[in-house]
């Protein structure tokens, strides 16, 4: 959220300790677009964000993978995708990694290229939407939006969380971690340990 210009807060803690005032409104950064993407404990209640999948679409139509799987076996994980999907293996076997942690060079740039603009109180496109609407037209030509957006990009993971931030996190997100385990008839209390 902080490389797509949605938090402004870098310490998360600080960020968690906000949910309150920005769901009332506050303390929200002048460039996110949808504050619930600041609602952390919501986005990462993964037992009700499946548990609402479940119900609307049914179990069997739905394929819920856990990251610790595909990060272990990404091609068993791929083939069951395809498998689930009907679709036929293509024989893929690597697997490039993308979207890794990012964070800008220079946050003036950063803003131009991922902010929307508005016109008459409605968004436009920022100028990285417009560059992938040029990319689509055929031409193998690397738009210079996209070159720039490679330049400001640096690789950047996030700080550990601090003990007593973790211990936070364990304790509020246990029932819904408990909550997902059995939906997914698995234990993941690995997570909270």
């Known amino acids: ?3 797509l210009l949605q938090e ?3 310490d998360f803690k600080k960020a968690w300790g906000l949910q309150t005032a920005r769901k009332l409104g506050r303390n929200l950064p002048k460039t996110c677009l949808d504050p619930r993407v600041l609602f952390y404990s919501e ?3 993964f037992g009700a964000q499946v548990g609402r999948l479940f119900k609307l679409a049914g179990r069997d139509q739905t394929l819920v993978i856990v990251f610790d799987d595909f990060a272990d076996d990404t091609l068993g994980v791929y083939r069951q995708i395809l498998k689930f999907l009907d679709v036929e293996y293509d024989g893929q076997t690597e697997f490039e990694r ?3 942690s990012q964070m800008y060079r220079y946050r003036w740039l950063q803003r131009l290229l991922f902010v929307p603009a508005t016109s008459e109180g409605k968004f436009i496109e920022t100028l990285q ?3 992938r609407k040029y990319e689509r037209d055929g031409s193998r030509k690397e738009s210079l939006i996209k070159r720039v957006t490679k330049i400001n990009k640096v690789d950047a993971s996030p700080p550990p969380l601090n003990p007593q931030m973790k211990e936070i996190l364990c304790e509020i997100l246990r029932p819904d971690i408990m909550r ?3 939906l997914l008839d698995r234990d993941l209390s690995h997570w909270i340990s």
């Open 8 to 10: 402004n807060e870098s």
């Open 98 to 100: 993308r979207f890794e």
């Open 43 to 45: 986005v990462a209640s």
């Open 180 to 182: 997902l385990s059995r």
């Open 1 to 3: 959220m902080r490389f």
């Open 129 to 131: 939407q417009r560059s």
